[in-house]
């Protein structure tokens, strides 16, 4: 089990509901606490972080109690501070963007929205509200985790981060993220998708989530990541699956306990000898009630006999009353169980036990104990903590029916597993239940619950918070990444750089003095730049070199009429200040004999691959993939290096995969080549300075002398010391040079 001991840490959740209740009686607020899954969630951590809750404390007539009382009650008695929110907000924020758009696009029921831009606005609103109230009251410093939840606040962690730039964020998602393609149709997805990006970490139930957010990066975005991690431009975001659970051990222990005696007995009742099929949901369209109930008078169509021997309880525990859709679900729901009762008329009793209501947990593990089969068939469900709950009850006996769409599905594999939208497959399931044999009960079980008590709500916790809290800029650095340009570091290199006599300056072009864009020829230089080097070139010997893997012809087309130095196509050509000539790295007969047929081979891929395109250089060639389908195109891309790999297995040839693009050169020559080229000509400098974004950067990194400042262009490991964060840090950094030495 991971361990957790830090007493300097403070762990702030941050949710839209506190765990405290508030009603007015006799005119006076009284204060209940409603400690739901999360506050069991942090239970175990209580010695070692002080916790503290911000939220929402629910409808609060504010005509009638004291703000500042209540506020100072909740600090006081519960660590919870209030965020008030107004009736209008409540219902635009909560019920209308949060319910009315998002719920139903996370769970792939998109017939189900309605979009309203005032709502939007209103979640706008309240995300800051909640900012404001993070920052304001509880003043977080870089030394605490501040763990944000779910759908209904996936703008706050870009707004803390915006103020608090190196606080630890956790994000978690309790919803499924669904395909990109579902997500794609949400208004404002882009704000939305990068105000979760403002965390340090996201977590998700599922890998299967996790896979779809990243592709909702790469579609929405552009945004390129890794499995688990997403390099932004001033920090990296983590991702991570941490399927949520239950406390296996209290529950266990409720089971065996007096206190649910009482219910037992009630259960029992209702019972009456026959075998009890239980279902527990928040009334929601996406907990597939319906057809569930369809599927149920299936096999009692199919077996009538079931009719007096089985009993269905459905718990449906309000919900959402305020939304249109949740009230027209009710009476769906209750025409259904009237449907199946009328048939059933004759028997002893309905075979349906239908309960609009929420019971006590001591009741509902009543329940739990006394079913023979869990039916648990949500349409879409982010993880579905009743399918835990009973098997943490029922250890070895008893059979789970869980619907595949249920994030529970993934880990829940020796259940009975049932397609949700099918109530003939929801018939088929129940018939499979009811006939299985103890031995087979017991053996799927028993394997369920091992892993409900291993993967409990406490290690999902711990865990989850352990990876948080190394997720700061300090354990990035230690683990041998590029230390960022802030300001006492870049004063230091700037007063080196003045007391130089003859400094070097070594630029790469594209992503690091130009943005990149969707056509190479169109990145040309803007007066800008060109006037900013040109100044700082002409300034007490500094010498601008150009150094990129673009062809000579675009660089002297952009820069020709400049006395800089200049190093194209990785390194192959090079024109150092005052030549009049090129000169080529390469002998002249050293024309490379692979190149027609790697041209070949770019030629199939580009036919297969929409968008792609090559570029022909002296001695290399490119594909370029940066226009095509992005995941294709990384797919694609892949398949290729392996094909030229094979191909050049014995030539004289280099392949490279870089940004967007991957390309095959002559080994031996690349951006390091120019430092030979000076040994050559024994030019001497006394400061240099090298900058370059992306991996063909490195090799000019690794050539300059050991005391040159080195600098990467964004995030990811490098062989350069420091690091700027985009071309628009770099353009600045220039200016600072530029204006040190006039
Ligand atoms: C969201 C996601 C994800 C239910 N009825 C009563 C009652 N409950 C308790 C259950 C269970 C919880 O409520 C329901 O949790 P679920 O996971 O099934 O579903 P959601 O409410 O939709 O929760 C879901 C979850 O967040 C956590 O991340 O699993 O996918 O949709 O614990 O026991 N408790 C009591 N009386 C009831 O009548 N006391």
């Known amino acids: 089990m991971v361990s957790l001991t830090n007493n300097d840490k403070r762990i702030i959740v941050v949710a839209n509901r506190l765990p405290v209740n508030i009603s007015i009686k006799d005119d006076k607020p009284v204060y209940s606490p409603s400690p739901g899954g999360l506050v069991t969630a942090l239970s175990s951590l209580k010695d070692s972080y002080k916790q503290e809750w911000l939220g929402?404390?629910?409808?609060?007539?504010?005509?009638?109690?004291?703000?500042?009382?209540?506020?100072?009650?909740?600090?006081?008695?519960?660590?919870?501070?209030?965020?008030?929110?107004?009736?209008?907000?409540?219902?635009?924020?909560?019920?209308?963007?949060?319910?009315?758009?998002?719920?139903?696009?996370?769970?792939?029921?998109?017939?189900?929205?309605?979009?309203?831009?005032?709502?939007?606005?209103?979640?706008?609103?309240v995300n800051e509200l909640f900012a404001e109230n993070l920052l304001k009251e509880i003043k977080p410093s870089e030394n605490?985790?501040?763990?944000?939840?779910?759908?209904?606040?996936?703008?706050?962690?870009?707004?803390?981060?915006?103020?608090?730039?190196?606080?630890?964020?956790?994000?978690?998602?309790?919803?499924?993220?669904?395909?990109?393609?579902?997500?794609?149709?949400?208004?404002?997805?882009d704000e939305l998708l990068k105000g979760v990006l403002g965390s340090s970490l996201i977590g998700f139930h599922t890998f299967g989530y996790l896979r779809h957010f990243r592709s909702a990066l790469l579609r929405i975005l552009g945004l390129n990541s890794e499995i688990y991690s997403a390099d932004l431009e001033n920090h990296t975001v983590k991702l991570g699956v941490y399927p949520i659970s239950t406390d296996t051990n209290q529950i266990q222990e409720l089971a065996h306990s007096?206190?649910?005696?009482?219910?037992?007995?009630?259960?029992?009742?209702?019972?009456?000898?026959?075998?009890?099929?239980?279902?527990?949901?928040?009334?929601?369209?996406?907990?597939?009630?319906?057809?569930?109930?369809?599927?149920?008078?299936?096999?009692?169509?199919?077996?009538?006999?079931?009719?007096?021997?089985?009993?269905?309880?459905?718990?449906?525990v309000p919900s959402r009353t305020k939304i249109a859709s949740y009230r027209r679900l009710k009476d769906e729901v209750e025409d259904l169980v009237v449907d199946i009762?009328?048939?059933?008329?004759?028997?002893?009793?309905?075979?349906?036990i239908y309960m609009y209501k929420s019971v006590s947990f001591e009741k509902l593990v009543s329940f739990y104990k006394q079913a023979d089969i869990a039916l648990v068939t949500p349409l879409c469900d982010g993880m579905n903590l009743v399918a835990k709950e009973y098997v943490a009850v029922q250890k070895d006996k008893g059979v789970l029916i869980l619907s595949e769409f249920a994030g529970a599905a993934a880990e829940l594999g020796e259940s009975v597993t049932v397609n949700p939208w099918n109530p003939d497959a929801i018939a088929d399931a129940l018939e499979h239940a009811l006939g299985m044999m103890p031995w087979e009960k017991s053996r799927r079980m028993s394997a369920m619950f091992t892993k409900v008590k291993r993967n409990d709500v406490h290690y999902w916790s711990k865990s989850f918070l352990m990876d948080l809290s190394k997720t700061s800029e300090k354990d990035q650095h230690s683990n041998g990444e590029t230390i960022p340009v802030n300001s006492q570091i870049s004063d230091?290199?700037?007063?080196?750089?003045?007391?130089?006599?003859?400094?070097?300056?070594?630029?790469?072009?594209?992503?690091?003095?130009?943005?990149?864009?969707?056509?190479?020829?169109?990145?040309?230089?803007?007066k800008n730049l060109l006037n900013s080097l040109e100044e700082i070139n002409n300034c007490n010997g500094t010498e601008v070199s150009i150094v990129t893997g673009r062809a000579k012809g675009d660089i002297v087309e952009w820069f020709g009429d400049l006395n800089f130095n200049f190093s194209t196509e990785h390194g192959l050509w090079i024109k150092m200040a005052g030549e009049q000539n090129w000169h080529k790295t390469l002998p002249d007969d050293q024309h490379p004999n692979w190149y027609e047929e790697v041209k070949e081979i770019y030629s199939q891929f580009?036919?297969?691959?929409?968008?792609?395109?090559?570029?022909?250089?002296?001695?290399?060639?490119?594909?370029?993939?940066?226009?095509?389908?992005?995941?294709?195109?990384?797919?694609?891309?892949?398949?290729?290096?392996?094909?030229?790999?094979?191909?050049?297995?014995?030539?004289?040839?280099?392949?490279?995969?870089?940004?967007?693009?991957?390309?095959?050169?002559?080994?031996?020559?690349?951006?390091?080549?120019?430092?030979?080229?000076?040994?050559?000509?024994?030019?001497?400098?006394?400061?240099?300075?090298?900058?370059?974004?992306?991996?063909?950067?490195e090799d000019l990194f690794s050539a300059v002398p050991e005391d040159a400042v080195t600098i990467k262009v964004g995030k990811g490991s490098s062989k350069a010391k420091y690091r700027l964060n985009k071309v628009s840090d770099v353009r600045n950094f220039l200016h600072k040079i530029q204006a040190a030495k006039s």
């Not at 009762?341 to 349906?352: A, F, I």
């Not at 007391?499 to 803007?526: H, I, Q």
């Not at 951006?671 to 900058?691: H, T």
């Open 56 to 125: 929402w404390p629910g409808e609060v007539d504010l005509d009638i109690a004291n703000a500042n009382e209540i506020k100072e009650k909740l600090n006081n008695d519960f660590n919870s501070h209030p965020v008030f929110l107004t009736k209008q907000q409540v219902n635009r924020y909560y019920f209308g963007f949060s319910n009315k758009v998002l719920w139903p696009i996370m769970h792939y029921l998109p017939s189900h929205c309605d979009y309203d831009e005032r709502d939007w606005k209103a979640y706008k609103k």
């Open 144 to 189: 605490d985790l501040i763990w944000i939840h779910d759908y209904q606040l996936m703008l706050l962690p870009a707004l803390v981060r915006e103020k608090l730039p190196n606080a630890n964020i956790g994000f978690f998602l309790h919803t499924p993220f669904p395909s990109a393609e579902v997500f794609r149709a949400v208004p404002y997805r």
């Open 258 to 316: 007096t206190k649910i005696e009482q219910n037992l007995k009630q259960v029992k009742q209702i019972k009456r000898g026959r075998k009890l099929i239980i279902s527990v949901d928040r009334l929601d369209y996406t907990k597939g009630i319906s057809r569930r109930l369809k599927g149920f008078k299936k096999l009692l169509d199919r077996n009538p006999k079931y009719a007096s021997e089985l009993c269905m309880v459905q718990i449906a």
């Open 341 to 352: 009762n009328e048939k059933y008329e004759n028997e002893k009793e309905p075979p349906v």
């Open 492 to 526: 230091e290199i700037l007063e080196k750089y003045k007391k130089a006599k003859s400094p070097l300056l070594l630029l790469d072009y594209d992503g690091t003095l130009v943005n990149f864009t969707s056509v190479p020829m169109n990145a040309k230089p803007d």
């Open 606 to 697: 580009c036919r297969a691959t929409p968008g792609s395109f090559i570029e022909e250089k002296e001695t290399s060639i490119a594909w370029h993939y940066r226009l095509t389908d992005p995941e294709f195109g990384t797919l694609q891309a892949r398949e290729l290096v392996v094909n030229l790999t094979n191909f050049l297995a014995n030539k004289p040839a280099e392949v490279m995969q870089g940004k967007s693009i991957v390309e095959v050169r002559v080994p031996g020559i690349n951006k390091g080549s120019i430092i030979s080229r000076i040994q050559q000509l024994d030019k001497e400098y006394d400061f240099m300075l090298a900058i370059g974004d992306d991996f063909t950067d």
